[in-house]
């Protein structure tokens, strides 16, 4: 048996008004997502460890079976390993977004949907004024960066820029951790002398971006933001922990996946026209999650879209990326494999966690799941979303059961 997870960003939701006390995935025309829940098993299942936050990083990664207290070394770290920096000994690695404040506040998390091309200078042009022994900026994805401090301490309390919209960003910089302010880690400088220099490199670069905020605005500008700093993780590939899977990819427009992948032994698969926003190829995605499941067991499709648009508090957009979802990649892949002629594959179909649009920043809530390949036999649930699956016969699983479910099913 082959696997595929088909993973919606933040696809899950609350009850909204608005929708006639319905969440999205209940609102949404899903017919090949409630094609899984009926003709599959269901349930629901909590991705977020005890004392972690509800961050993309953390819920992949568990879904994935991975222990987050042996292996989580922060969001930085993955970013490096999906653009291809071999992290030294003594780095930490943050990631660093490129955000708005606007009269003192965050504004966004992504600098107005900033190309990659467009970040790459901002990048460059960073690296040039601040860079040094010490400090070196790497370009990503989009808004989505990298900043590696030569020697920085990870014990410091950074808070994620997507968490905070409308907040006063001097209110939120780098603090260290309690009890570690004038602690060393190693030969690593303190956690208080790496958040001072966190903060000098905000406050700076908010000085060179200021003249390419949009409009020119005199109340706006970008920034930096680092967050998720942490040293190189030590995981096993998912071929040293599963032993029915023997080759496996993951597709994503997301550097944070990628790196996920990267570090479980994945391939990873670009696809071109992948953006992590609602503009991205689903038919791409579809087509290359298909052609990976011929030559290797394990396939991870990661869709980035419902999570920006949850964000965005952009309920028209959230609703429309769930459908796109559905009919551009789920329908599909779901037509193609009925009439299969190679080895089973077994399909799971699941968010990472909720992103309610209302909300605007993730929280830590149970997710609803659909597993079904052609031999299963069904549990009786008829649509795929948070209040049916419920009723699934998996109950609630938690962190690592799923994928010992999901492989052993």
């Keep these: 048996m082959k696997h595929l997870i088909i993973l919606g960003d933040g696809m899950a939701d609350?009850?909204?008004?608005?929708l006639g006390g319905k969440t999205p995935l209940q609102y949404a025309n899903t017919p090949g997502m409630d094609f899984i829940a009926r003709n599959g098993r269901t349930g629901r299942l909590s991705t977020i460890p005890k004392g972690f936050q509800p961050g993309s990083e953390v819920a992949n990664t568990a879904i994935l079976g991975y222990d987050?207290?042996?292996?989580?070394e922060g969001r930085g770290p993955l970013e490096a390993a999906s653009i291809g920096y071999d992290m030294e000994e003594n780095d930490l690695a943050l990631?660093?977004?490129?955000?708005?404040?606007?009269?003192?506040?965050?504004?966004?998390h992504h600098g107005g949907h900033l190309t990659t091309e467009q970040g790459d200078a901002l990048i460059s042009e960073l690296n040039e004024a601040l860079g040094n022994d010490k400090v070196s900026f790497h370009t990503g994805t989009q808004y989505r960066h990298l900043l590696i401090i030569n020697g920085g301490n990870k014990h410091i309390v950074c808070a994620p820029p997507h968490d905070h919209p409308n907040e006063a960003w001097q209110d939120?910089?780098?603090?260290?951790?309690?009890?570690?302010?004038n602690k060393k880690d190693n030969q690593r400088m303190t956690a208080g002398e790496t958040a001072n220099l966190l903060n000098e490199l905000i406050i700076k670069s908010q000085e060179i971006l200021k003249k390419h905020t949009k409009g020119n605005s005199t109340q706006e500008t970008l920034s930096i933001w680092p967050w998720g700093g942490g040293y190189r993780p030590a995981m096993k590939t998912l071929m040293e922990v599963y032993p029915q899977i023997k080759s496996g990819a993951v597709i994503s427009a997301v550097d944070l996946i990628k790196g996920i992948g990267r570090y479980a032994g994945?391939?990873?698969i670009n696809v071109d026209g992948a953006t992590g926003l609602a503009d991205t190829n689903y038919e791409g995605k579809a087509e290359?999650?298909?052609?990976?499941?011929?030559?290797?067991?394990?396939?991870?499709?990661?869709?980035e879209a419902s999570d920006e648009a949850g964000h965005d508090g952009d309920l028209e957009l959230k609703l429309r990326t769930i459908e796109n979802l559905d009919k551009r990649i789920v329908t599909p892949i779901c037509n193609e494999l009925q009439v299969w002629e190679g080895e089973p594959v077994s399909v799971a179909l699941l968010p990472d966690h909720p992103t309610p649009v209302e909300i605007r920043t993730h929280v830590d809530e149970p997710v609803p799941f659909a597993i079904w390949h052609k031999d299963i036999t069904s549990d009786g649930v008829q649509t795929f979303d948070e209040v049916s699956c419920v009723s699934g016969c998996f109950g609630m699983l938690h962190l690592g059961e799923f994928m010992q479910e999901f492989m052993n099913g």
């Design 14 to 18: 609350h009850l909204i008004e608005r």
């Design 68 to 72: 987050l207290n042996k292996v989580y």
């Design 95 to 108: 990631r660093c977004n490129i955000i708005t404040l606007s009269n003192g506040v965050i504004k966004n």
């Design 172 to 181: 939120l910089l780098v603090k260290p951790e309690d009890g570690w302010e």
């Design 266 to 268: 994945l391939q990873v």
């Design 288 to 303: 290359a999650a298909l052609a990976a499941l011929k030559t290797s067991d394990f396939v991870f499709l990661h869709v």
